[in-house]
């Protein structure tokens, strides 16, 4: 019996109890699904303990809260079937795993999607990590209207916009690495037109980029250039969350939710 996807994340954590920890060390000296779970997941909070910190604006986490009551369900980052991340708060409260509740009469197997949003989850929760002070939405409502002779503040405004979208753009890129490394580990269990199916998705998604990139060099207060990019960027993000729970569940021989994930892939971004 394996333990579930949020067990093993307490694990990598260091959230459980000594008697706990010691049941999942067991099992994962004989279990190498669930130890290779382990080494993705502490490779994941390496990269997200890597990334540097940055002080958000003031107005950051308005922006946030905005930019989610706009956005659909349909459109928000996709986190598999298994439901939201679990944010490990006893980890975060330096909780030291002195509860020591025991495994016994839990469901250590989880849902038949719970290794494919173990993955999913965890490089969500990389992306939140990146996220971190970046203001979601367009930048250029941060500046204002301005006369004809305040030329200027008129460049001050246009290089802070500049500024801002850099910095937005190197977040995003770092999320995106995090996830390619992922998607690269196993590419070989991939069959080779599925593996040209993704390459051209990330193609089509890459260009979206380059011509999102051209615009706001043309115009850095466009609005619609900011969105499409961080639209493609998004798309880019979900386009390998989905390759990463692929790979797992092709690894796993699940040839039900392998079918449905590539039949999703097919579709054009």
Known sequence: MHPNDSTINDYVDSALGPGDRATVEQHLETCS????????????????????PIEPSPDAWTRVEEAIRRESPANRLRLGDGGPPKVHAKAEAGRSGADDEPLDGRDLRGSS????????????????????????????RHTTAVSAPATDAAVASAQAVESELLQAEQHYQKAISGLEQLAAADTAALDPQTAA????????????????RAALKAQPDSEPAQESLFESFK????????????????RKGNEVEAARIISGLKREP
């Open 235 to 250: 798309s880019k993000i979900a386009l390998l969350q989905d390759t990463v729970a692929l790979i797992n569940e092709m």
């Open 197 to 212: 199916t993704l390459q051209r998705n990330l193609s089509v998604i890459d260009r979206a980029i380059n011509e999102s």
């Open 33 to 52: 699904e669930c130890r290779g779970l382990a080494a993705d997941l502490r490779e994941l909070q390496r990269a997200a303990a890597a990334l540097e």
């Open 113 to 140: 999607s719970g290794w494919a949003w173990g993955w999913s989850a965890a490089a969500a929760l990389l992306l939140l990590a990146t996220l971190a002070g970046l203001r979601l939405g367009p930048m250029a």
